[in-house]
């Protein structure tokens, strides 16, 4: 086994999919280093004659996801409604406490994440986007190819 191999550094995923609609598209300033985009997504889920809705604080991560919220931020401004199917990473917990309204003063969470993928767009219920088939080894596999690689490493170094 190669010395860069028993450097590489194994991760645990935790996805989130969904569909959901996108609000707030908005360009985050940062004070060091670059700026970033962000959105919020209300992912549907329950009966269908009884959706609820659970909000997500995005930062968007992918590229690619990037490059598409970017062109829907002109769509969110206009107020149409934009859903998507999306795929969420590192997701926790964020407490705050409102300033104004009926909630004033009280503790609130909000739960934050990176959106990592866009499958889907629909903007007013028209299809705008549909990903391309994901390749052989794309980071989609890489459940699977993250146990053997940990199977793998605990037998080199047991061994």
């Not at 930062?59 to 829907?72: M, P, T, Y």
Request: aromatic residues 10%; proline residues 2%.
């Amino acid at each position: 086994m190669s010395e860069s191999t028993q450097n590489q550094t194994n991760y645990f995923d935790l996805h989130i999919t969904g569909v959901g609609y996108v609000n707030r598209i908005r360009e985050v300033p940062v004070k060091r280093g670059e700026h970033f985009w962000a959105c919020d997504i209300a992912a549907l889920h329950g009966a269908e004659d009884a959706i609820e809705y659970t909000r997500f604080d995005c930062r968007v991560s992918g590229s690619e996801a990037a490059k598409l919220i970017k062109r829907l931020d002109k769509a969110c401004r206009d107020k149409k409604k934009i859903l998507i199917g999306f795929k969420l990473g590192d997701l926790y917990a964020e407490t705050f406490v409102y300033e104004k309204g009926d909630k004033a003063g009280q503790t609130g969470v909000s739960l934050k994440a990176r959106l990592l993928y866009i499958s889907w767009i629909k903007v007013d219920g028209e299809s705008v986007y549909i990903a391309p088939p994901k390749q052989e080894g794309s980071q989609e596999d890489s459940y699977e190819d993250s146990i053997e690689t940990e199977a793998e490493t605990e037998a080199s170094t047991s061994a």
